[in-house]
């Protein structure tokens, strides 16, 4: 493991792949098992440190809900703020691996909702690059800072927000699918900010509203699925960090609820105006930290 300022995504002693599961290291009880004859419930997975501080259920809560509103409404363009959120109360793996749960719960929703609008032809593009793209995360993720990856990320997606004519350049290359696609399986793997790069290729598709909002809810779905097999390769999965997902599940069905409500509001040309707003937002957030470290 790698020393330096940045935060790494492997956490603190934990044992490289293949050497047995990895602990989180959350505190000097952790990781509760059979092994030190502590048996646990729900209440005490989810009220006991580090999580047992009102202000990091507020923030998860927040979290969660303008994900669940971001990926039913507009695409999963904000769907990058919970883990920064989170992660300001505990480490940032462990925020990460309790979203994929919350995660693949919101796409089941979404899915339902909006899969009848999905491109084929996009998801066909997308789908490799997608895969290819989480088998190099989960190769990495275990070496890599973050710093340097939200960094380029939220560069991008400010550029793209911010310069109107983009659109039309990107849409001149073919291949623009594959490399957004492996961006995007990449930086989902990581740290669950696969919106922005996939929003960046939307765009450049001149998508309209509903085939956008398909489109994304099979993708990230398969994406969201996908990405168990490198948590599980990595030892990241603990029965303590799923009830504490369990228990931010309320919060993920108002956010989509939320979401499915609100998109109705909104026309085509407002509804892309929107997304460049998240992402753009999202963009901003993935640079500060990464220049906070």
């Known amino acids: 493991m790698r020393s330096g300022p940045g935060l790494l995504l492997r956490p603190p002693g934990a044992q490289r792949r293949g050497a047995g599961s990895k602990s989180l290291k959350l505190d000097k009880h952790w990781p509760l098992s059979q092994d030190n004859g502590l048996a646990f419930t729900a209440r005490d ?3 006991a440190p580090p999580f047992d501080t009102p202000l990091f259920w ?21 769907g990058v703020l919970a883990v920064p959120l989170m992660a300001l109360t505990i480490p940032l793996p462990a925020a990460t691996v309790i979203m994929l749960p919350v995660l693949l719960f919101m796409d089941v929703r979404a899915i339902h909702l909006y899969w009848r609008h999905a491109s084929k032809a996009d998801l066909i593009r997308l789908a490799p690059a997608v895969i290819v793209g989480i088998a190099i995360g989960g190769v990495v993720m275990g070496e890599l800072s973050t710093d340097r990856l939200e960094l380029i990320t939220g560069a991008v997606s400010i550029l793209f ?15 623009a699918g594959w490399f957004w696609g492996a961006i995007s399986g990449l930086t989902s793997t990581l740290i669950h900010a696969g919106g922005p790069p996939i929003s960046v290729y939307f765009l450049g598709r001149q998508l309209d509203k509903m085939p956008w909002l398909g489109t994304a809810a099979v993708l ?57 707003g998240l992402l753009l937002v999202s963009g901003g957030l993935l640079v500060g930290k990464g220049l906070m470290g």
């Open 58 to 78: 507020i923030l998860a809560v927040i979290g969660v809900i303008l994900t669940g509103i971001s990926k039913s409404g507009f695409a999963g363009g904000a």
């Open 45 to 47: 997975s989810c009220m």
């Open 220 to 276: 990230f779905g398969m994406m969201n699925l996908t990405k168990v097999v490198p948590y599980q390769l990595n030892g990241f999965w603990e029965e303590r960090l799923l009830w504490v997902s369990l228990c931010l599940l309320p919060a993920a069905l108002i956010g989509i609820q939320l979401g499915y409500v609100i998109q109705k509001r909104f026309d085509g040309a407002t509804f892309i105006r929107i997304c460049r």
């Open 161 to 175: 927000a911010s310069w109107q004519n983009l659109a039309g350049w990107l849409r001149r290359f073919q291949s």
